[in-house]
């Protein structure tokens, strides 16, 4: 969900030559999703090897795999229709519980990458 205004950021991205302006683009492109990612009704908790694939209304496909379950990791890969721009990664999710805390963190590579070679990991 959180990843809804990735397409239209990266056509941006693309678009644009200036580097500082792309690193704008892509700081916005992620803040932009935080929102969908807060208010989740339910969570994506898969089984192992459980996928989720989608295709975004510009044709950008996207998929999503539980490549482990203890610790759980996701993967996945998103990309356009016309292979100009690909965000690839992978997630380890961990939590923490105490008597009045609660801390839960992601760990993993993420990887966006562009026809013209720009890249941001």
Known sequence: ????????????????????????????????????????????????????EATFEDGSHIHVEQTSHHPPV??????????????????KWSGYFACNAVKGGQQGVNCLEFSDGYRVE
Request: with cysteine; charged share 20%.
């Open 1 to 52: 969900r959180g990843w809804v205004t990735m397409p239209s950021y990266c056509k941006a991205i693309l678009d644009t030559k200036c580097e500082i302006e792309r690193m704008k683009l892509v700081v916005a492109m992620v803040v932009s999703g935080l929102h969908k990612n807060l208010n989740c009704k339910k969570p994506f908790n898969p089984v192992l090897g459980e996928t989720y």
């Open 74 to 91: 996701s993967s996945w890969e998103v990309h356009s229709h016309d292979n100009t721009w690909k965000f690839t990664g992978t997630a």
